[in-house]
Protein backbone atom coordinates (compact mmCIF):
# COMPACT_ATOMS: atom_id res chain seq x y z
CA UNK A 1 0.00 0.00 0.00
CA UNK A 2 2.71 2.41 1.35
CA UNK A 3 4.41 1.84 -2.71
CA UNK A 4 1.27 2.31 -4.16
CA UNK A 5 0.72 5.55 -2.49
CA UNK A 6 4.44 6.90 -2.89
CA UNK A 7 3.84 6.23 -6.37
CA UNK A 8 0.75 7.88 -6.35
CA UNK A 9 1.94 10.98 -4.72
CA UNK A 10 5.11 11.03 -7.40
CA UNK A 11 2.82 10.69 -10.47
CA UNK A 12 0.58 13.62 -8.83
CA UNK A 13 3.91 15.70 -8.66
CA UNK A 14 5.40 15.24 -12.03
CA UNK A 15 2.13 16.24 -13.38
CA UNK A 16 1.93 19.22 -11.49
CA UNK A 17 5.16 19.95 -12.31
CA UNK A 18 4.75 19.57 -16.18
CA UNK A 19 1.59 21.36 -16.12
CA UNK A 20 3.41 24.30 -14.15
CA UNK A 21 6.40 24.08 -17.27
CA UNK A 22 4.06 23.97 -19.88
CA UNK A 23 1.34 27.23 -18.90
CA UNK A 24 4.99 29.28 -18.78
CA UNK A 25 6.93 27.68 -21.25
CA UNK A 26 7.00 30.78 -23.93
CA UNK A 27 8.04 33.06 -21.09
CA UNK A 28 11.63 33.71 -20.34
CA UNK A 29 12.11 32.34 -15.86
CA UNK A 30 14.67 31.58 -14.21
CA UNK A 31 14.96 29.36 -11.05
CA UNK A 32 14.80 31.04 -7.56
CA UNK A 33 18.53 29.80 -7.19
CA UNK A 34 19.60 31.29 -10.43
CA UNK A 35 18.17 34.47 -9.54
CA UNK A 36 19.73 34.87 -6.35
CA UNK A 37 23.06 34.20 -7.86
CA UNK A 38 22.59 36.79 -10.38
CA UNK A 39 21.53 39.15 -7.72
CA UNK A 40 24.49 38.47 -5.54
CA UNK A 41 26.82 39.25 -8.51
CA UNK A 42 24.22 42.03 -10.02
CA UNK A 43 24.52 40.90 -13.23
CA UNK A 44 21.65 40.46 -15.60
CA UNK A 45 20.27 36.74 -16.71
CA UNK A 46 21.76 35.71 -20.41
CA UNK A 47 19.17 35.06 -23.49
CA UNK A 48 17.66 31.56 -23.48
CA UNK A 49 19.36 29.29 -26.48
CA UNK A 50 17.83 27.05 -28.61
CA UNK A 51 18.79 24.47 -26.43
CA UNK A 52 16.79 26.34 -23.31
CA UNK A 53 13.67 26.57 -25.30
CA UNK A 54 14.02 22.63 -26.16
CA UNK A 55 14.61 21.66 -22.58
CA UNK A 56 11.81 23.50 -21.58
CA UNK A 57 9.22 21.97 -23.55
CA UNK A 58 10.74 18.39 -22.69
CA UNK A 59 10.43 19.25 -19.29
CA UNK A 60 6.37 19.95 -19.89
CA UNK A 61 5.93 16.57 -22.00
CA UNK A 62 8.31 14.53 -19.45
CA UNK A 63 6.46 15.63 -16.47
CA UNK A 64 3.27 14.60 -18.29
CA UNK A 65 3.88 11.43 -19.27
CA UNK A 66 6.12 10.41 -16.69
CA UNK A 67 3.32 11.53 -13.72
CA UNK A 68 0.49 9.84 -16.15
CA UNK A 69 2.43 6.61 -15.55
CA UNK A 70 3.16 6.88 -12.07
CA UNK A 71 -0.14 8.08 -11.34
CA UNK A 72 -1.53 5.03 -13.24
CA UNK A 73 0.74 2.57 -11.58
CA UNK A 74 0.08 3.70 -7.76
CA UNK A 75 -3.92 3.39 -8.22
CA UNK A 76 -3.07 0.13 -10.15
CA UNK A 77 -0.82 -1.21 -6.94
CA UNK A 78 -3.62 0.87 -4.32
CA UNK A 79 -6.05 -1.41 -6.10
CA UNK A 80 -4.30 -4.62 -6.06
CA UNK A 81 -3.60 -4.47 -2.63
CA UNK A 82 -7.52 -3.79 -1.31
CA UNK A 83 -8.45 -6.33 -3.99
CA UNK A 84 -9.96 -4.95 -6.12
CA UNK A 85 -8.54 -6.27 -9.86
Known amino acids: MTTGLLALAMGLLLFWAGWNHWRYRRQETTGVLERMILNA ?41 LEIL
Open 41 to 81: AGEEPQPLTRLDWFLKYLQAILGFVLGSFFTFIGVVVILNE
